[in-house]
Each structure stands twice: as structure tokens, then as C-alpha cells.
């Protein structure tokens, strides 16, 4: 069974531009999470997916960020315009069900480098 | 509000020593919490996790964990190291809600 992937592994753009990363779930887990670690400091939940519907986007830092899950599969994650502060690593997580004794199991995660 | 600590940045532990990683945690109501592990450009492996019943978990790698209601706390242990432990350890927890909260990481150095 393939893990949770990520595109692209890393990416270093400028401030003002706009990068999109991808996450593709395990296959047959409608519940997808986005989480962001800054260098250094604790991973930070951004979203949460249930198929293609937004569950919670309280982690959200702001309106440049753009999250989709059309049709319930794979994930975007849009930044725009990036911003120095948005750089770090961002993981993909899934899992198969809602509840407790339902790990999450995370990607390799992108880093984003802005410069 | 969820909050987790782990206290300490950096371990050092001499291969065949016992290795302590600690997390401490703060939550409204029953928490779940889990330990998970990144290898060097590698995502995050689940490693165990406490829900209920016996306070001692024990995970994958012979890794486990007590569960310490009182002291709040959740420390990851191992009996003896292996170089290959070598990893950065994070503990998290969640209750309600389906996210999990994360600790700033413990990276961990086995010395050979």
C-alpha cells in the first residue's frame, strides 16, 4: 500500500510568488490534514478534509493560503503571494476514519523556501 | 487549549544506554496522545499512542511510552539505544477535535 506523497519535495521561490503543493492520500481515507512546521518550532495544523469538504480551516494562517480537495482525492495547497514568513515545511497527513484510535499518517513533506 | 511540551531540544544517550524523550501535556478533558518519529528526509512515522486502559504503551522500534495522569506527562522511553534511534521525536496530542497539537520536536543523538 502507497503512503501518503508529496510534490515537490522542495521548492524556493520569491516573495510575491505563488507555489502549489500537493498531497495524495492514502488511497481510501476521506480524512486529509495539512500541517506546517516553521523552523524549530512545534508542526501547526493548518486544515482538515473530510472528502472534498473543509472540516476545519481554523489553522488557516490567512487569506493567501488556498486549499482545495476537488473530488476528494489529492490536495493543493496554494500560497499567494508567499511571504518570507511562510517558509518552512508543510506535511500532508491522512487517515482512514474520524476518532482517536485513528492515526494520522503523515508525507515527507515540501519545503518551502521563500527568499 | 491544547498545549504539549517537550522540554528538552536536543538528547545525547550512549548506545546501550536507556533513553528518556519527555513530553508533558495540558488539555481540556480525556487526552489521546501520540508519539511520532522523523528520520532524516523521511515524513513523520507513527511510533504509538495512549487512548485508554494500561498506562504503559508500547510501540514500534521497542519503543513505549507511560501515560501519567498526575504529572500530566507522556515520556517516551527505550531500554537500550541503537545508533539508529538517531531521529527527531515528536509528541502530540489531541482531544475532540481530529487534529493533533505537537511539541517543538526532541532531536535525539545515540552515540556509538
Known amino acids: 500500500e502507497a503512503g501518503v506523497t508529496q510534490f515537490p519535495s522542495h521548492s524556493v521561490i520569491e516573495k510575491g510568488q505563488t507555489v502549489t503543493l500537493r498531497c495524495d492520500p492514502i488511497?481510501?481515507?476521506?480524512?486529509l490534514y495539512w500541517y506546517r512546521r516553521v523552523m524549530g518550532k512545534e508542526i501547526k495544523f493548518l486544515l482538515h478534509?473530510?472528502?472534498?469538504?473543509?472540516?476545519?480551516e481554523s489553522g488557516m494562517p490567512n487569506n493567501r493560503f488556498l486549499a482545495e480537495r476537488t473530488g476528494g482525492t489529492y490536495s493543493t495547497l496554494k500560497v499567494q503571494p508567499a511571504e518570507l514568513e511562510d517558509s518552512g515545511v508543510y506535511f500532508c497527513?491522512?487517515?482512514?476514519?474520524?476518532?482517536?484510535?485513528?492515526?494520522?499518517?503523515f508525507g515527507p513533506g515540501t519545503r518551502l523556501t521563500v527568499t | 487549549a491544547q498545549s504539549v511540551a517537550q522540554p528538552e531540544d536536543q538528547v545525547n544517550v550512549a548506545e546501550g544506554n536507556p533513553l528518556t524523550v519527555k513530553c508533558t501535556y495540558s488539555?481540556?478533558?480525556?487526552?489521546?496522545l501520540f508519539w511520532y518519529v522523523q528520520y532524516p528526509n523521511r515524513g513523520l512515522q507513527f511510533l504509538l499512542k495512549?487512548?485508554?486502559?494500561?498506562?504503559l504503551v508500547k510501540g514500534s522500534y521497542g519503543f513505549e511510552a507511560e501515560f501519567n495522569k498526575s504529572q500530566t506527562s507522556f515520556h517516551l522511553k527505550k531500554p537500550s539505544a541503537l545508533v539508529s534511534d538517531s531521529a527527531l521525536y515528536f509528541c502530540?496530542?489531541?482531544?475532540?477535535?481530529?487534529?493533533?497539537?505537537f511539541g517543538t520536536g526532541t532531536r535525539l543523538t545515540v552515540i556509538p
Open positions: 478534509f473530510v472528502k472534498e469538504s473543509k472540516q476545519d
Open positions: 488511497s481510501g481515507h476521506d480524512n
Open positions: 488539555v481540556s478533558g480525556n487526552p489521546y
Open positions: 497527513a491522512s487517515s482512514q476514519a474520524l476518532g482517536a484510535s485513528y492515526e494520522q499518517y
Open positions: 502530540a496530542v489531541k482531544t475532540g477535535a481530529n487534529n493533533l497539537f
Open positions: 495512549y487512548i485508554t486502559g494500561d498506562n
